[in-house]
């Protein structure tokens, strides 16, 4: 059967059945994810796009679902599972909405086409309502809950007390890694990301570049060390190149090289090819140290940081070509030794990379949060200034579901506004989306639903009636939702957010607008078909429907 | 045109705790490695499908690596406690058995995941916190001036490994040994950062353990040397010698895949011979009296060098160079090319032929103070000797961490009991507060108090062997063990002394079993009464480190929630 045509109950199968692996590792009870690579590597991860990475699916719309997901991760850093629950949620309403009233039209022969009909007509009915809607929503009923982290804030005040937790950013990021490590070491790993990002002093007070900086050079810039606990891990000052030093000898046909050197006042030499200890000589003679095999990552990071340029022909070398070290030492590091940024420990290679990826990852979510450079939409000249749509750089809210409900209240608030002068037949798409959104905190709270009930009415029964006359808090004390901030859930980037709902609306209309899959035949199809159904009866635990 | 192969899907798991196979399998892994735990541990085999080598062991560092499953869960276990033994050598099987033991309380306890991982973690702080507090009761602090704790310690790691076969004398001799070996390598003068010297082990099969000995310096296998080294050469003052790290063989493969042309009539063989010889004839001028060659020298030059008084020893291997660099003080010569430097010679103060069995070994003394010294094991056969060689390097870390930190726990289970009463004692008096600041109820805080408190004990329990009972006494907390073929009676005459031998046995003492619930009590520290001398003592920072490795991993096991497996 080369061609299947669209079924709206298998997409919404699969995706269920992603929301089921997903949901192990989603929320304050979720648990981590071991798994092995195909060279028989185990490594371990919450995160999101990891997970549906490894799961190798085989539906090519679900191979759909987890590229949209990875694309829009390694964009933002951040949202990967709370998509998946999204899109989850969302098929669900649209397919509840679209076997209630299949018969829009008779033209279509069948229910199935009907009801796939009214699905991707709802689809896109939705993302229309975002990007027309969300931008003015978000910046309306939910920034106004928030507040905004200011870097400068950051780089200059704590630099004198490092451990603090107080900070929004380290906040941001302390909640960020509970969600990616676990909560027992979320703490210490924020701690060191805060200090890692506050030492690296810059001249440019423009965080995003900053944030570029560390985000282009992170594989340079940590050094991962097994077999201790992660409690070791630390920063260290300088740059550590991973290698041994190699104190060399002689040599006849390098010696013109070295003297020029030598005349330049060179002592420490780095090269990124490995050199044949008889080839290499006379550098010990010459009191010169000799580091090689640098890797590139490490070697463009050090040419960054130097302002050298790297020698590439050796008959040509000029001052330009020089770098000083102000230190140079060896550090220990177990049983390597280094030359001497961060030490990440682990108990074993899985969680370093682990660490280091969401590390990585915390970097980006930063850079989306701060790179935006206020979006503003809705700058129609009628509008009062205080309507105006903006999403400011570095605006957060308490984490823990709070974007979802007030969001939710701002759709259904909006909803009533509009519905007194429209017709009723628009109002189901907000109130679609409002309702897929309240899933995300139900799953939070799912061990204890009593508890989400209690937070959200909490809420709203904060939310005043017109919130126009709020003004825009920019200090932490100010957080207007007292009542969250007891429960010291951490902080959330409204950027992230709402590039997150946006993605997810855009994936979803994608989906649906599929309308048959062709198959084209190899002969590995028949092989890999019967792994297929071998590996779903597995991940299919719960099927909804 | 580019093969496509697709990949398949991947195998998944829910739940893995939940999951039976792997259940059962962690119980194995747990049941196999505590049964090596301790000096009357149970000694593995282990042998490969094809036959041939067999080890018999019952070390950590060894046994695990030879565990292979397909379950990625177990793995990760093992890798863990690998990576663990692979930095501190000792401790591995403690680890391994607290770990699996709190995974397996921890689930049958019935503790929600992330409430067990919370309150692991906060009593292993109670724990590493109490350890490192100067006034904790099962912690000896080290004494340089006496050697009577540094022997202790390394004849505690010795004898918690039955595979290498020792009697007590052979234990008390090698232990004596290990202290002589590590005391060499720590040089006595000089200025600055302290670097510590090596020793280098030379197993010799067939003989008694007995003798075994050290010497200061390095001993080099001469047995295939074709002539005997005149006694003459021997006691000179300071030996001149020069090291190559470059082969003088006189072929060319170090030139890689390059290729040489060759003028008409040339032959380069006999021009690299002479190349030879010209080193050769530089070193004989320089009065070079020690030739010492890390790869293959040629025999024309091994003959005109003999032939002009000079001792030449080739092969001597990669693992030997940079000892003997640091002995010497030599450079080594890489290239052939260039004339020899002045600075590239060493120096070496006399030689010393030394027999063992049918080997010959050339003892060469260093010049000066060095912290280079040799030490040669022999035991009866080689699995034996395998085993100790192991042993010996264990001992010789162990007793190097002692520089980082001199202090020692008390073994003998000791040290696990009393930690599981203090914690009990100290998690009781704020069990209000700290519930409430983890997040969890009072009775999940007592529950998981528990299920830590009794895996530390389980582990201290897992010493015996021999179907005898633990106990606990309940004033100093320390470890018990009843001997099986003993009364079940609590005289004075059952126990002698408590697992570490500091505590005597007294008829004010009262006992438990371990595995029953006693009233939380404060232990009693000894440390102040130094009437008697610890018999047994573990690493302090090998168990610090392997008690937070043993808790993190337990944690990680708890957390993991799905396993996906690549199949590809």
Known sequence: KSVQHFCFKHVLQTVCALEAVVLRSFGPQGGQVLFTRDTGQAMLSCSGTHILTALHLEHPLARMVVECVRKHSTATGDGSKTFILLLASLLRMIHTIACKEPNVSHTYNSREAAEAATARHLADKLLVFALEEMNSLVAKGVVPYGYCVLWEDFTTETQSLPHTNNHGVQKLLSSFFHTRLGYTHCDLISNLTCRLLQQLKFNNDQPSLALQFVNDNFPALHTPVTGFPISCSRLIEGQVIHRDFFSVWSERSLECFLESLQSLGVSVLFCALKQSPAALASAAQAEMCVVECISEDELSLFVKLSGTTPVSDCSTIEPANIATLTFCHRILLGVHRYDNVLVLCGPGEGQTDQYACAIQDAICMMLTTYGQSGKTVDTSSNSPPYQRGRILPGCVIPAGGIFEILLNHAILHHRHAVSESADIGIDAVPQLLANALLTVPQQIYSNNLRHFLQIQSRILRYLPNQSHTLHFPYKEEEIPVEGVSMLDTGLESVSCKYELLLAVLQCLRSLLRVDMVLCTQTALHARSQRLANISWEGTEDEPDD | ?568
Request: charged share 15%; glycine share 6%.
């Open chain 2, 1 to 568: 045109m580019a093969r496509l192969v697709r990949k398949s899907p991947s195998l998944c798991t829910d739940l893995p705790l939940d999951n039976d196979d792997i259940s059962t399998k962690l119980n194995l892994l747990r049941k196999l490695l505590t049964s090596c735990f301790g000096p009357t541990g149970k000694l593995k085999q282990v042998h490969n499908n094809v036959g041939g080598h067999v080890v018999t062991t019952s070390t950590s560092s060894v046994l695990l690596p030879a565990v292979s499953s397909s379950q990625p869960f177990v793995n990760l276990i093992k890798t863990s406690i690998l990576n663990h033994v692979s930095r501190f050598s000792d401790c591995g099987l403690f680890a391994a058995a607290l770990c699996l033991a709190l995974t397996e309380r921890a689930k049958q306890s019935g503790l929600g995941g992330n409430v067990a991982i919370g309150l692991n973690q906060h009593l292993l702080s109670l724990c590493v916190g109490y350890l490192q507090r100067d006034d904790c009761g099962c912690k000896v602090k080290l004494d340089f001036c006496s050697s009577q704790n540094l022997m202790t310690l390394a004849r505690s790691v010795i004898s918690s490994k039955p595979a290498c076969v020792l009697t007590e004398q052979e234990t008390l001799h090698l232990s004596r040994l290990a202290v002589q070996a590590f005391l060499l390598t720590v040089p006595c003068d000089s200025p600055g950062t302290v670097t510590l010297g090596r020793t280098v082990t030379v197993p010799v099969e067939g003989h008694s353990v007995l003798n075994s000995a050290v010497f200061p310096g390095l001993l080099v296998d001469i047995t295939d040397a074709i002539y005997p080294i005149k006694a003459g050469t021997l006691n000179s003052n300071l030996l001149c010698t020069v090291l190559f790290s470059a082969s003088l063989a006189g072929d060319l493969s170090e030139l890689g895949d390059g290729i040489i042309e060759v003028h008409d009539g040339a032959d380069p063989d006999s021009q690299i011979l002479d190349q030879l010889l010209e080193i050769g004839k530089q070193v004989v001028k320089d009065e070079v009296k020690l030739f010492l060659c890390q790869k293959v020298i040629h025999p024309v030059l091994q003959q005109y060098l003999r032939s002009q008084g000079i001792i030449v020893i080739e092969r001597l291997g990669m693992s030997l160079m940079e000892p003997l660099i640091q002995m010497t003080g030599a450079q080594p010569v890489a290239a052939l090319h260039t004339t020899l430097p002045v600075k590239a010679y060493g120096k070496v103060r006399e030689l010393t032929l030394r027999q063992f069995g049918s080997k010959t070994m050339l003892q060469l003394h260093p010049p000066g103070e060095s912290a280079i010294c040799t030490m040669v094991l022999c035991h009866r056969n080689e699995t034996m000797l395998s085993e100790l060689k192991v042993v010996c390097l264990k001992t010789e870390h162990v007793l190097r961490l002692t520089l980082r930190e001199p202090s020692a726990l008390l073994g003998g289970g000791c040290t696990e009991t009393h930690l599981a009463a203090y914690i009990r004692h100290k998690s009781m008096s704020k069990a209000a507060e700290t519930a409430l600041e983890l997040g969890c109820s009072q009775t999940e805080y007592h529950l998981g108090t528990e299920v830590f408190c009794r895996s530390l004990e389980s582990v201290a329990a897992a010493l015996e062997h021999n179907g005898g009972n633990s106990l606990i006494d309940l004033t100093h907390a320390h470890h018990w063990i009843l001997p099986a073929d003993v009364m079940r009676e609590y005289g004075e005459e059952s126990f002698g002394f408590c697992g570490c031998g500091l505590v005597e046995s007294s008829p004010s003492k009262r006992w438990t079993y371990l595995n029953t619930n006693y009233t939380e009590f404060s232990p009693e520290s000894l440390c102040g009464n130094a009437t008697q001398q610890p018999r047994v003592l573990d690493s302090f920072v090998a168990k610090l480190n392997a008690l937070q490795v043993a808790v993190e991993t337990a944690n990680l096991a708890l957390d993991v929630r799905y396993i996906i497996q690549d199949v590809n």
